[in-house]
């Protein structure tokens, strides 16, 4: 049962464009939503969180979007840079701090 | 300020052995999760310790199982080991249950043979 998923595996941009970033979860449980990046051999590293009290929160280049009722959040990059070359996982916990439950990740590529 | 830090980096075992892996949490920090990430997919939740106890367990076997310090490191101790258990181990850190972000190490890359 797979809780958290990201349906695209992989997505290409231009670089300077907007990389938009999607998840969608099944657990109502659910309250709180990060989303992490991921180099090669290197563990996740923290991008930005939103609690689910709140629909947008915003980090500079960054900005996640929470849509509960859909049961979807999504994750958009302005502007995007080749650096922001990774995989992208999606995670969700019942509490803050709680155990995560990721989704499958997406390999986002920004090309100069 | 030193983060997550794991050890060691690779390891390669043969089937049915024992192994123990390390994590030391960012400092301040005292809480610790482990998380398996087998290729392809994302990470998924082994168990999580506070005050020296495990508090939340994912659907893993008794095989696995971990230990927390005094000084709020821990190791993750997998035993019987099968081909199926080569992956990545990540450990994660929080600074109080329940209320922070979890900051991940690097991760132990296991391989079973």
């Known amino acids: 049962d797979q809780q958290v998923k990201q349906n695209s595996p992989s997505l290409s941009v231009q670089e300077g464009r907007i990389s938009i970033l999607n998840c969608d979860y099944t657990?109502?449980?659910?309250?709180?939503f990060l989303w992490y990046k991921k180099y090669p051999a290197e563990g996740p590293t923290f991008l930005i969180s939103?609690?689910?009290?709140?629909d947008k929160n915003e980090d500079g280049r960054f900005t996640v979007f929470l849509n509960k009722s859909a049961k979807h959040l999504s994750l958009h990059i302005v502007p995007s840079q080749p650096g922001d070359s990774a995989v992208y996982f999606c995670?969700?916990?019942?509490?803050?701090?709680?155990?995560?439950?990721f989704g499958e990740g997406t390999q986002l590529t920004v090309n100069p | 300020d030193a983060g997550v830090t794991q050890s060691p980096t690779h390891l390669i075992k043969t089937r049915g052995q024992q192994v123990t892996l390390r994590c030391s949490p960012k400092s301040g920090h005292d809480t610790v999760s482990w998380y398996q990430q087998a290729l392809g997919q994302g990470p998924q939740f082994i168990f999580q310790y506070y005050e020296e106890e495990e508090r939340q367990r994912g659907n893993f076997p008794d095989r696995f199982s971990g230990h927390q310090f005094p000084n709020y490191s821990s190791e993750l101790n997998v035993n019987a080991l099968l081909l199926g258990d080569s992956a990545l181990y990540l450990c994660?850190?929080?600074?109080?249950?329940?209320?922070?972000?979890?900051?991940f190490g690097p991760g132990t890359r296991l391989t079973v043979l």
């Open positions: 939103i609690s689910s009290i709140k």
């Open positions: 657990n109502s449980m659910f309250d709180y």
């Open positions: 994660a850190s929080s600074l109080a249950f329940g209320l922070d972000t979890q900051y």
């Open positions: 995670a969700a916990s019942e509490t803050s701090g709680s155990r995560l439950t």
